[in-house]
């Protein structure tokens, strides 16, 4: 039977790595994710739950404990943000290398310098190919629901991947919302005690990490790459299975609003639920407007963003994160990638907004929405790369 | 003290490693594996036992190895420690397993120092193996913490200027004792039953061990390879390389040298020395045997022992 419980972004993801029969966590504290660790503190010490947790000194040792325990066959949980996740960037690729389902909470934060606590996607972006599942949640009732499905999907015999639940810090982290939570039984069928195939067990000895030359060392990176197309399929499959559980239907992109749509923004995580608030008030005006929020940003789903896109003639990419010199920033180059792969002749222009936790503001997307409406009408982009709510 | 025919006859480190000639990190590794009580993970930190005896598809290792990257041997390890207890929690494990972290003097006293630090303090149950061979050995003979005052090095050449290193070797040992810990002992392949008993001993406790462990390496020392046992030994009769244990706090002083050989006995076996015996840099020398003397002077006070 669900309930619903008041929870912030934090809480959600605790509460969802209770019910998830973890047995490690390691992790390290750092704003804005450090309530995920106090509570899962709690958690331990007051013998709520199973699991070791293992309070490490750094978060480069927190990714390391992971991998050591989840070679070991435990089922690992750890969360980070920010400078924390720079400092794993080494061990992110170790973790995905060898195929160890770790799942991980990141509270997205800006990176240093300036110091700046807040968030923006600079974090997981400049990771953004270590080889993990990438997941971005829009409110805390996702962050919640695809925690439980995360583990699902790293630890499926065709994927062994690591898997990152990225919730925008503070506006997420620290805001209560409403999260229908499943009770403790229900998770517990959709999502045994790991079971491993293949563990570091002395009585079976393996060799794990050995140096691998130019004479093996492409293949086994080739493995990972099919691994991670195969992720593609077990991530629909988690979600129709979580569906019938939950009733709350997830995917690799969730469309608002498309059918019709001849101008619509593409974005991550929070900033959606604005975009679509100010896309109904203009469709109120009659203007044809619509969003499109990869759920999935790793694998990049690109049939589904095709399918998506239906007829749509301008696209606003919105990034919150900067590619230093790049022609366009990340998630936009991947949708330009995209639709240049597909033959879409479609408008397309950047917008670079939120670093260091820059509010976007209603009126802000409403100006964006007009834009491409605009050149949906003229067919002329004026500006490619568009910088949203700074002084210049 | 272990016998040699108490030692069990299976290799579980096994020949056709790529390790040099006259290695000593080898013997090392085979005389470790000698010491084992039961089921046992071995994590190994990036270095020359790493990439010489794991070269994909091929392994030394007949016992459950891990490598994940360079500073992070200790860390891996409490990773490892705490899964197996949640798995035994939950019963999907029942038997005790022993993790034996490796790694060498680049990892240990430099770039892992943090995480096995991280670890001491934790208190998890494994045993911590350093072996020294005073250098970056396997990037091509770099200085590090572990390299002692004069030793030249790539990165501390015997310049015109600079005769080689002009720092001092850190204390390891002091480092993990001051975190408390229940066990924390020296020793040198050439006492191989001293270092045998040791590694069985540190396996024993339960909670964290450390073995700093003199690692003769012919490549980076610069002596023939037929001669690593040798300077090893040298090493410790010359008292460069104390021998010797703490337990709960308690240091005992395991093998004795009443009479030392001079130190230069020790160092002109090795080319890294070489330069000190310049007429101009003699006095390198000095500052070296003073080191080494205090060094005992202080080991020998904290044993009880007569200086």
Known sequence: ?392 | MVRLHDLPVEELFTSGHRLCAGCGAGTIMRMTMKALRGPTVVVNATGCVEVASTIYPYTSWKVSWVHVAFENAAAVASGIEAAYKALMRRGAWDKHVDIIAIAGDGGTFDIGIQALSGALERGHDFLYICYDNEAYMNTGIQRSGATPHGAATTTSPAGKKIPGKPEFKKDLIGICVAHGIEYAATASPAYWNDYITKVRKALEVNGPAVIHVFSPCPLGMRFDSSKSIEVARLAVQTRYWPVYEVEKGKYKLNIKVPQPKPLTEFLKMQERFRHLFRPEFQHELEILQRWVDENWKRIAALCGEPA
């Not at chain 1, 100010?278 to 990869?294: F, I, N, Q």
Request: aromatic share 8%; charged share 20%; hydrophobic share 45%.
């Open chain 1, 1 to 392: 039977m669900a309930r619903l419980m008041g929870l912030t972004g934090n809480e959600a993801i605790a509460y969802a790595v209770k019910q998830c029969n973890v047995d490690v966590v390691a992790a390290y504290p750092i704003t804005p994710q450090t309530i995920m660790v106090e509570v899962i503190s709690e958690y331990v010490y007051n013998g709520e739950i199973n699991a070791e947790f293992v309070c490490v000194e750094s978060e480069h040792s927190a990714m390391s404990a992971c991998v050591g325990a989840s070679l070991t066959g435990a089922r690992v949980f750890t969360a980070t943000a920010s400078q924390g996740l720079a400092l794993m960037h080494e061990m992110l690729y170790i973790a995905s290398g060898l195929r160890c389902p770790i799942v991980m909470g990141v509270a997205n934060r800006a990176l240093s310098a300036p110091l700046n606590i807040h968030g923006d996607h600079s974090d997981m972006m400049g990771s953004r190919d270590c080889g993990w599942i990438q997941i971005y949640a829009e409110n805390a009732q996702e962050a919640y629901d695809w925690v439980i499905q995360a583990f699902k999907i790293a630890e499926d015999p065709r994927v062994l991947l690591p898997v990152s639940v990225n919730i925008d810090g503070f506006i997420l982290s620290h805001s209560m919302e409403g999260v229908n939570v499943l009770d403790d039984d229900e998770v517990s069928r959709f999502l045994p005690p790991r079971r491993p195939l293949i563990t570091i067990d002395p009585a079976k000895p393996i060799t794990v990490g050995a140096l691998c030359l130019p004479d093996y060392y492409f293949e086994i990176k080739f493995q990972q790459i099919q691994a991670l197309r195969e992720a593609y399929n077990v991530i629909r499959e988690v979600n129709k299975e979580y569906e019938s559980l939950s009733g709350r239907k997830y995917g690799f992109i969730e469309s608002y609003a498309m059918e019709d749509a001849e101008a619509a923004i593409v974005c991550l995580g929070s900033t959606a639920g604005t975009a679509k608030a100010v896309a109904r008030e203009l469709r109120k005006e009659g203007k044809r407007v619509g969003v499109v929020k990869p759920w999935v940003y790793r694998p990049f789903p690109e049939d589904d963003l095709i399918r998506a896109l239906g007829d749509v003639k301008v696209l606003a990419v919105l990034d919150r994160a900067c590619s230093f010199g790049a022609p366009f920033n990340a998630l936009c180059s991947d949708v330009v990638a995209t639709l240049y792969r597909n033959g879409k002749d479609i408008k397309i222009f950047n917008c670079l907004y939120g670093l260091g936790g820059r509010d976007i503001t209603p009126s802000d997307l409403r100006v964006i929405f007009n834009e491409a409406l605009e050149i949906a009408e003229t067919g002329k982009v004026k500006e490619h790369m568009k910088f949203v709510g700074v002084r210049e």
